[in-house]
């Protein structure tokens, strides 16, 4: 979901992806701390919608050819868990603090004895039935980076040399599926509970499906002449986000943000560079995207707590301070993350050169 797109032979890195990448999660968080702090606002939630296709394009063109001729399903599947694990074992620690914190200072929550059980699941990227309603109780948000495994796992496996139009029927019917998911919800925010589990299923297969049936036709492969045009999908989705429309249209705006327009926004997000002084901005907001959306959650809480009990910060001054901090704080995990995922990587090519010695014998 958060692979970022790297040169190839045939490719450019695109950056234009990379600020749409992070923008989205930025407005990720907008979307959670709303709804711990504020009435919630904007369509947020629709940010995981389009972190599905960008994933199954960015794969796609990544392990394709790879899993075609010289790597094996099993690599494949672990090289995408190390990629995701560390930094998410990090926000799941974060997490750990919120249902200790509520049982000193006397408040309704989770429950110290409830939080252990589900961190022993929650520690593998699996679910948790300790409360019966969210699939991740501690970190919210890893609902959709254990879809995001799930559906690598059957990718590897399979995905990868799927015919085109087997790909068009099984992402037409999840397409359907989640259409009717979402008028009998009343919006898209769905899939993180276990009410709606299959929802959840029918959002991942759409958007990575998606993505792949991009990269088949061709987009990413072929990036344009720099120009300020890259700012136009940037600027859309983040308008899409925000965007507030009649409750009574919610649904259906959901369905069109989902279906239609990330697709397009991707597509042309892959086409268009930005000039030569925007790369490193918008690479570094790629770079944080992952790290943002894997540990901010649990933290909102401890800032709502501390800004409003210990330093009676403005409620204007709330948002701004924490999306400020949660960067910074990105930043510091970017490189945390790499030395734990070469250590994890360092082992796995330990282990698979020792497997290797025991066959020869």
Same mark, same amino acid.
């Given at each position: 979901?958060?692979?970022?797109?790297?040169?190839?032979?045939?490719?450019?890195?695109?950056?234009?992806?990379?600020?749409?990448?992070?923008?989205?999660?930025?407005?990720?968080?907008?979307?959670?701390?709303?709804?711990?702090?504020?009435?919630?606002?904007?369509?947020?939630?629709?940010? %995981? *919608?389009?972190?599905?296709?960008?994933?199954?394009?960015?794969?796609?063109?990544?392990?394709?050819?790879?899993?075609?001729?010289?790597?094996?399903?099993?690599?494949?599947?672990?090289?995408?868990?190390?990629?995701?694990?560390?930094?998410?074992?990090?926000?799941?620690?974060?997490?750990?603090?919120?249902?200790?914190?509520?049982?000193?200072?006397?408040?309704?929550?989770? +429950?110290?004895?409830?939080?252990?059980?589900?961190?022993?699941?929650?520690?593998?990227?699996?679910?948790?039935? %300790?409360?019966?309603?969210?699939?991740?109780?501690?970190?919210?948000?890893?609902?959709?980076?254990?879809?995001?495994?799930?559906?690598?796992?059957?990718?590897?496996?399979?995905?990868?040399?799927?015919?085109?139009?087997?790909?068009? &029927?099984?992402?037409?019917?999840?397409?359907?599926?989640?259409?009717?998911?979402?008028?009998?919800?009343?919006?898209?925010?769905?899939?993180?509970?276990? *009410?709606?589990?299959?929802?959840?299923?029918?959002?991942?297969?759409?958007?990575?499906?998606?993505?792949?049936?991009?990269?088949?036709?061709?987009?990413?492969?072929?990036?344009?002449?720099?120009?300020?045009?890259?700012? &136009?999908?940037?600027?859309?989705?983040?308008?899409?986000?925000?965007?507030?429309?009649?409750?009574?249209?919610?649904?259906?705006? *959901?369905?069109?943000?989902?279906?239609?327009?990330?697709?397009?926004? %991707?597509?042309? +997000?892959?086409?268009?560079?930005?000039?030569?002084?925007?790369?490193?901005?918008?690479?570094?907001?790629?770079?944080?995207?992952?790290?943002?959306?894997?540990?901010?959650?649990?933290?909102?809480?401890?800032?709502?707590?501390?800004?409003?009990?210990?330093?009676?910060?403005?409620?204007?001054?709330?948002?701004?301070?924490?999306?400020?901090?949660? &960067?910074?704080?990105?930043?510091?995990?970017?490189?945390?993350?790499?030395?734990?995922?070469?250590?994890?990587?360092?082992?796995?090519?330990?282990?698979?050169?020792?497997?290797?010695?025991?066959?020869?014998?």
């Amino acid at each position: 979901m958060y692979e970022i797109l790297t040169p190839t032979a045939t490719t450019e890195r695109s950056y234009t992806l990379d600020a749409m990448r992070g923008v989205a999660a930025l407005l990720v968080v907008s979307y959670h701390f709303c709804g711990v702090v504020c009435p919630i606002e904007g369509h947020g939630y629709l940010a %995981v *919608d389009f972190f599905f296709i960008l994933s199954g394009l960015v794969v796609s063109m990544a392990y394709s050819k790879k899993l075609s001729t010289t790597l094996f399903a099993s690599e494949f599947i672990v090289k995408r868990f190390i990629r995701l694990w560390p930094l998410f074992a990090i926000g799941l620690c974060f997490a750990l603090v919120k249902p200790f914190a509520q049982m000193v200072l006397n408040y309704p929550g989770l +429950g110290p004895e409830k939080a252990i059980v589900a961190f022993s699941t929650e520690i593998f990227m699996l679910p948790s039935f %300790v409360n019966g309603v969210e699939l991740f109780p501690l970190n919210g948000p890893a609902w959709s980076l254990f879809f995001e495994i799930a559906i690598n796992i059957v990718f590897g496996l399979w995905l990868f040399k799927a015919k085109p139009a087997v790909l068009v &029927v099984i992402g037409g019917g999840a397409g359907i599926c989640l259409a009717m998911a979402a008028a009998q919800a009343g919006t898209l925010n769905i899939g993180w509970g276990w *009410d709606t589990f299959l929802s959840g299923v029918f959002r991942v297969t759409f958007g990575f499906i998606c993505g792949i049936i991009l990269e088949k036709l061709g987009v990413g492969r072929q990036s344009g002449k720099p120009s300020y045009w890259c700012l &136009v999908p940037i600027g859309v989705l983040a308008a899409v986000l925000m965007l507030k429309v009649p409750p009574i249209l919610h649904w259906q705006y *959901d369905l069109i943000i989902a279906l239609l327009v990330s697709p397009m926004l %991707v597509a042309v +997000g892959a086409r268009w560079q930005p000039p030569f002084f925007l790369k490193t901005f918008f690479k570094f907001l790629g770079d944080i995207s992952f790290p943002i959306y894997a540990v901010h959650f649990s933290l909102i809480y401890a800032w709502a707590f501390i800004a409003r009990k210990l330093l009676d910060l403005p409620s204007q001054a709330l948002l701004p301070v924490f999306l400020a901090f949660i &960067v910074g704080l990105a930043w510091v995990l970017i490189h945390i993350d790499a030395r734990v995922r070469r250590l994890l990587f360092a082992g796995y090519a330990a282990l698979k050169a020792k497997g290797s010695l025991r066959k020869e014998r």
